[in-house]
């Protein structure tokens, strides 16, 4: 007997924050909710929240709390999430974690699991240098790392159009990291004092992760 669970992916980065909880969505059917996600669907077709994110989002920088809260409540309105979600990217600010704590609250679910990505700055810049994405389906690739069976295909849904981020350069991902060390970083305190964090060594390969991430959850889901 299995039941929902839901988590929170902490990390910086480049951490491994969507690959993994792409990988946990397909093996334990979760529902990944990533903030950047919704911010860059928002960005794209141009809604109010989108416009005010797009400069300080090409910037490295957070989004204010108010638009972020706005477009997960959003999300979070959707049926699907019954089904367990990851929280990918969310929460990032101290104010972040508190409106999480109060939305839980007021709709009787709960957080089961923070899971904090263990990682070191230094490789991070390496690793969202090279990232790519499918733009057909959103899966994530690397130039070193991870590169699809099929040079220029995609592995899952066989599109050869890729994209890059326009924050993904060298120079946006230390501001990236500093605004992850001086604001989300004191999340882990935060989540420790609630015994709800475990921490996951996440320098290791992508499949060795998830086989750890997944014994995690595992035993979440049996109870
Ligand atoms: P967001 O989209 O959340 O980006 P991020 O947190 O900077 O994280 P990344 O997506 O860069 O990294 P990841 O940990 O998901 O790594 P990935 O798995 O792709 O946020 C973007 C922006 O939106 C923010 O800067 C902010 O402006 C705004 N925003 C979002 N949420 C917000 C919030 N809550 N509040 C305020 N603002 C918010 O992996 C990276 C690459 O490495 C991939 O190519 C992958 O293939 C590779 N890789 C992964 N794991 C490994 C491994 N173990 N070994 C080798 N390579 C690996």
Redesign the pocket.
């Known amino acids: 007997m299995t039941r929902p669970v839901n988590l929170i992916?902490l990390?910086?980065?480049?951490?491994?924050?969507?690959?993994?909880?792409r990988m946990l969505e397909e093996r334990f059917g979760l529902v990944q909710l990533?903030?950047?996600?919704l911010?860059?669907g928002a960005v794209a077709a141009a809604t109010p929240a989108g416009l005010a994110?797009k400069a300080?989002?090409e910037a490295?920088?957070?989004?204010?709390?108010e638009i972020?809260l706005a477009v997960?409540k959003e999300r979070l309105a959707q049926p699907d999430v019954g089904k367990g979600v990851i929280l990918?990217?969310?929460?990032?600010?101290e104010a972040?974690a508190e409106a999480l704590d109060a939305l839980m609250d007021e709709t009787g679910g709960k957080i089961d699991c923070v899971i904090s990505?263990e990682v070191e700055d230094d490789?991070m810049v390496a690793?969202?240098s090279?990232?790519?994405t499918c733009a057909g389906c959103g899966e994530?690739?690397?130039d070193?790392?991870?590169q699809p069976a099929t040079a220029g295909v995609c592995d899952q849904c066989q599109s050869t159009e890729f994209s890059r981020?326009a924050?993904?350069n060298a120079e946006t991902?230390r501001t990236?990291l500093e605004?992850?060390h001086t604001q989300t970083a004191p999340l882990i305190s935060y989540y420790r004092g609630r015994g709800t964090l475990v921490g996951v060594p996440?320098?290791?390969?992508?499949d060795?992760?998830a086989k750890d991430l997944g014994k995690v959850v595992s035993g979440l889901m049996r109870g």
């Open positions: 992916l990390g910086p980065p480049g951490a491994g924050k969507g690959t993994q909880a990533s903030t950047g996600d911010l860059r994110a300080v989002m490295g920088e957070l989004v204010s709390d972020v997960l990918d990217g969310f929460p990032r600010t972040q990505l490789a690793r969202v090279g990232r790519y994530g690739y690397h070193e790392f991870k981020r924050d993904d991902v990236r605004a992850y996440a320098m290791a390969d992508i060795q992760i």
